[in-house]
């Protein structure tokens, strides 16, 4: 199903827009496509940089930001890790709750990680975590 799109306009620098031309001619693709494609890109860097992420889990907590918001940049399996811990802070005294817990495949973003025995157990190693 194709997504939504919205119509956003924005002044940048000439020089700016003429150099996005050029290599939008050069990649035979349209500007739109090099502008989506670069903020894409730099939306996805940003949402990986640890200070950014610590950012909106301290915004959440300090209730300046929603969970759709929160879910937006660190996604599914974080935001609700932080939604749980936030209702479970807010009880008094705080206890642990299992109600509205989503379901494993709602839960985890992507792949679940299985549990592997290794291959010599006699050193004391109890195992180790694999992606699927």
């Known amino acids: 199903m194709a997504e939504d799109r919205t119509r956003i306009g924005f002044d940048a620098p000439t020089s700016l827009v003429e150099r996005a031309d050029h290599l939008a001619e050069l990649l035979d693709t349209s500007r739109t496509r090099l502008v989506v494609d670069a903020l894409r890109d730099r939306l996805d860097e940003l949402a990986s940089d640890e200070t950014v992420r610590r950012q909106v ?6 209730s300046r930001i929603d ?3 929160a879910e937006s940049v660190l996604g599914t399996e974080q935001a609700v890790r932080m939604k749980l811990l936030s209702d479970s802070l807010d009880r008094d005294p705080p206890t642990p709750c299992q109600r509205d817990v989503p379901r ?5 973003d992507g792949d679940l990680p ?9 050193d004391g190693d109890t195992g180790s975590v694999a992606e699927q």
């Open 104 to 108: 494993k495949d709602e839960f985890y």
């Open 114 to 122: 299985k549990w592997t025995p290794d291959n010599d157990e006699s």
């Open 57 to 62: 889990r301290e915004a959440y907590y300090a």
């Open 67 to 69: 969970f759709e918001t």
